[in-house]
């Protein structure tokens, strides 16, 4: 029996610290499962997780596509075809390697026209790429359509990153609406970063969301940041790498898997 890889999808909006979250759990991964492959795909157009993971980012999954498409526009449909049969290749290729771990770009949201079939197409590429790995981390963008349309059609964990503002659930509550329609996702986790005031979290109105972690804000992680360092030279106790380490127990606890 294939094994299949569990599969975490960050999303919230702008700013609530999905790069960092990612990173960091890719990290953990790495050192507590250091037989296992993991799989960090950067999904969100503003990119940043090459970064954080300290890799160089190379081709994307979008300059991938685009060769396809001006095939196509030029008229040179066979081409096409014979390009979208090595996609796997091309796609392995674009995949960027570092210890246990391999990262993959997803890049630019679809400029104009409509490529469905070819992202469609890219997406299953992806689909049966992960099943090479163990674990999958996608830092995604603030909505879920685009994980849903150019990454993934179902993950795991779909991880809602939330600071302490209304609009921040507000954003979580309707990423898991949205979430739901698509049959996106098999567990739901809210986290809650950035937070300056630990003790008001629980006056706070989630919503109904499943809260298993609240990260306060850290001027460690900030300061790393705004230097570029990658989450490989943060400190071992640095606050959000804790949190990050107890919320992955967590949720691999609950699935029975740890
Ligand atoms: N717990 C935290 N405390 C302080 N700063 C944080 C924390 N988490 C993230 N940050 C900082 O917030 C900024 C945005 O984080 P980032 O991970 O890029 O967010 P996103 O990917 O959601 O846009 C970065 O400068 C990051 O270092
Ligand atoms: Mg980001």
Redesign the pocket.
């Known amino acids: 029996m294939v094994k299949e890889p569990i599969i975490f999808a960050?999303t919230?909006?702008?700013?609530?610290?999905?790069?960092?979250?990612?990173?960091a759990f890719v990290r953990v991964l790495s050192e507590e499962h250091p037989d296992s492959r993991i799989l960090a795909i950067d999904a969100?157009p503003?990119v940043?997780?090459a970064t954080?993971l300290g890799v160089s980012s190379g081709v994307t999954v979008d300059d991938i596509r685009n060769v396809f498409t001006q095939e196509v526009e030029e008229g040179q449909a066979a081409k096409a075809m014979e390009l979208l049969g090595e996609a796997r290749y091309r796609v392995e290729d674009a995949i960027v390697c570092k210890k246990n771990i391999s990262f993959l770009a997803i890049g630019r949201p679809e400029t104009s026209g409509c490529y469905c079939k070819v992202n469609a197409y890219l997406k299953e590429v992806i689909s049966l790429l992960a099943k090479n790995f163990d674990y999958v981390v996608i830092?995604g963008e603030a909505g879920i359509e685009q994980v849903n349309r150019r990454v993934m059609e179902k993950v795991d964990h779909l991880i809602l990153?939330s600071d302490a503002s209304r609009k921040g659930i507000e954003v979580c509550r309707t990423i898991l609406h949205v979430g739901e329609g698509m049959e996106m996702f098999a567990s739901h986790e809210l986290i809650l970063?950035?937070?300056l005031d630990v003790d008001s979290v629980k006056d706070m109105d989630l919503k109904g969301l499943n809260l298993i972690s609240v990260?306060?804000?850290?001027?460690?992680?900030?300061?790393?940041?705004?230097r570029g360092d990658s989450v490989f030279s943060w400190n071992e106790d640095d606050?959000?790498l804790v949190?990050a380490r107890e919320a992955m127990h967590r949720m691999l606890e609950q699935r029975g898997d740890k």
Request: proline share 3%.
């Open positions: 960050l919230g909006k702008g700013g609530v610290g999905k790069t960092s979250l990612s990173s969100d503003a940043g997780l954080t830092d990153l970063n950035r937070i990260i306060p804000n850290d001027v460690a992680t900030a300061m790393a940041d705004a606050i959000l949190k």
